[in-house]
């Protein structure tokens, strides 16, 4: 049972979230709360396909806002005289049970600030669900023939009206449908949102640290150094806003620009001068007025902290277009980069983010480039034209990552490539691309079958030559470059773990987590830091064994054991699990896990501990399959060994009584056999194995 889902296994999401909302309800009947099973089945979907990171686990107010005042709105049809359950209700029930069954992320609010959220904005829905300007474009007209008369649930029905609104006959609301379409088009529609790629989990130094390397930026102390000369009584500055010539030269040797300043008329001819002013003015630390230029009072705190005025700094930077690459007069125009430059900048730090090796510039070259041939029309013009065009933005880029340099954020060497940036295959000559995958794609990771373009196969081929002739500018970020990428990834609903950030978070939440969303070598590094902080390491382990034994979800239970198996360092994890052997209630799930790993044969085991590892994967399988409907379709698809599986299952001592119970059930209906059937073969499989010891012995 995993709590998040990449954007295109949806078949494995939809087996997850029927069984979550199956146990949803169950358990919201037993505590007396109310549920409606639609809508919470509604709220997964939104955090699973509308938004950044897809967990379902993690509500932050804002999801609650967005699910209730713009996801539901926009998708969810209630057709006049329809009862529909209370969707702030069951929004509460369901976080309710996200806590209460440990599949909240520990990363998200408490459970009371979350209850608070929906309360905060439970009284908008109604209005929200009835604002036709927040419907999307399939939902505005099913509530328009349907308010019309028209049965929504009748496909010629429907079509007749959707004929009839081509011809213009259907009455309807034009300057709601013009915003839902102005939404639509302009990618304002959640229906619309992409879903980010995950972050590897990132390891940095405290904030003092931090705070320490900015402080040695020389940026950081040019740009205060220039707020402190401008001061609260301002500096004069000409008409154009510019600095005077005077101000402009002993500002060069004031802050040590290196700018050439004799023979200089003008401080527009003087490009770093120039930029740390437009800079300092994009990070709000100075400011023009009434034609003096004055250091801004508010920034003063900023200032004062060497980690906020780089950071201020770093933001800036992505408004930093026009001074950095913009045209410097007529004679001259701007790149590809130019019209594109907010986009390419974080996508080019975010390639960087967590990367576990530096990124030869050939590849984020390559990379942009493909950028590009996707955004820009290509088509016209010759191929030295477009070398032309693509060695412009290059150059530009060039010179936005020497200011990222410049600034601390990006740091650069020279070596050989890793070789997992030329483990893709690029000879693959006529061969059929992978099922789904993109052909620019394809262009971009070299994979065989992108040579259906001859011109791409031929860039592919110069990028490995370039590679793997010699050594190469490596690319990667600092460690303050790093934590500025990490927050605007966590501002835009991105995952971007953090090692050391799970230390305060529940045994169950850790695992959980672990298991979703870390790779082995952070994983080993949390599970330490965690237990490291709770002092007592065999008290710590019993409180991860018993988070375990506690998760009402076998399949998560099997993953967050797993994560103590390898997690643990120098075999501990193996010790542990051998220990829980005869643990009754997690023998099945350490067997399961010790054999998968090979750390356990079915030589070595007794009759009962088969039986038990049969009865956990059937388990396990009826959980993976969504239980009901799915988890039948399942068993029926195996017939005869489904039977007598089932049967060995039902005859094991396992100790998920219910689990079996309803895995008998499931049987029974899937084929066709009656329960008590079931029963005989569990019965005849005893005696056999009886008679079978007998003599053997």
Known sequence: MRMRFEAGAEEEFEAACGLLVDRLVRWAGEQGLPVDGFMAEAALDYRHRATADGRLGLWEPRHVEELLLCWLPETFTELPGEERGDAPRTLRTLLSYLHAARLADPRGPALEDSLAAVDAVAELYPGAMADRTRWGLAKFWAMTAAEQGVDVLDGAALQRFAERAQRGEVAYDQQALDTVMERRLTGRALSGVTRAEPQLPVVLPPDD????????????????????????????????????????????????????????????????????VEWAKKARLVRVAKGRLYAVARARPVLADPLQL????????????????????????????FDAYEDVLEDVLNTLYSLPYPMPWPRLRDSVHLAYRV????????????????????????????????????????????????????????????????????ELLGVAGAAADPAAQERARAQREELTAGPVELLRLTELGTRAVRQRLLEVGRDAPLVGELAQASAAGLLGVLADDYDPDAARVELADWIAARGERDAALRQLVEAVRSMPFRARAQVMLAVLLTALPDGEGERLLRGLRGDAGLAPLVLTALAHHELLFPEDMTDAEHLLLIAENLLQLVELAGGGDGAEEVLRAQGRDARDAVAAALDSAHPDRAGLEELGQLAARALRTPAARLGRARRRRRTAGKSGRKRHR
Do not use: N, Y
């Open 310 to 337: 780089w950071l201020r700094a770093f933001e800036a930077c992505f408004e930093l277009r026009q001074a950095l690459i913009g045209a410097r007069s007529g004679w001259h125009v701007e790149s590809m980069l």
């Open 375 to 442: 955004r820009f029309q290509l088509d016209g013009g010759s191929g030295v034209q477009h070398r032309m065009w693509f060695e412009h933005a290059d150059r530009d880029l060039r010179t936005v990552i020497d200011t990222l340099v410049d600034l601390g954020a990006i740091e650069r060497e020279r070596g050989m490539a890793d070789p997992v940036f030329l483990e893709v295959d690029l000879s693959g000559a006529g061969d059929e691309l992978p099922e789904g995958m993109p052909p620019e794609l394809a």
């Open 209 to 276: 640290e931090l705070r320490r390397r900015a402080e040695a930026s020389t940026i950081v102390g040019q740009l205060r150094g220039l707020a402190e000369w401008a001061g609260r009584d301002g500096r004069a500055v000409t008409a154009a806003g510019r600095l005077r010539m005077a101000d402009a030269r002993e500002l060069v040797d004031v802050l040590g620009t290196g700018d050439k300043a004799e023979g200089v008329r003008s401080s527009a001819d003087l490009p770093r001068l120039g930029l740390l």
